[in-house]
């Protein structure tokens, strides 16, 4: 059996007292924040593929103009050539897909 890494015990640890620390701050709001948790974990279910699918489209786009044909290729422009370019790209995306997603699902 593989030991837990004590990282995975922190973060978990973390998520119990900050959730109990809200509760003790607020039960009522802590109560409508989970009461919420249903209608959010749906909107992240419906949009997160529609999100992921239209990143990858920009991502797939945008590297195709820059001349890329696959993953190897920007993995030696960017490792061996030294050109961090691609990697800005696909950080760039998924910095604006977490925005676009932060604009979508409203609780």
Known sequence: MKKIPSLVWLLGLSLIIGQGLAFLA??????GFFGALPRI???I???G????????LIVWAV???MGFDSLEAIRIESVEQ???APAIIFVGTLIASIL???LVIKP
Do not use: Y
């Open 26 to 31: 607020s039960p009522e709001s802590w109560q």
């Open 100 to 102: 676009f997603l932060m």
């Open 82 to 84: 030294n050109n961090p």
């Open 49 to 56: 593929p529609v999100i992921a699918i239209i990143s990858t």
């Open 45 to 47: 279910a419906f949009w």
């Open 63 to 65: 590297l195709k103009i």
């Open 41 to 43: 974990l749906s909107m």
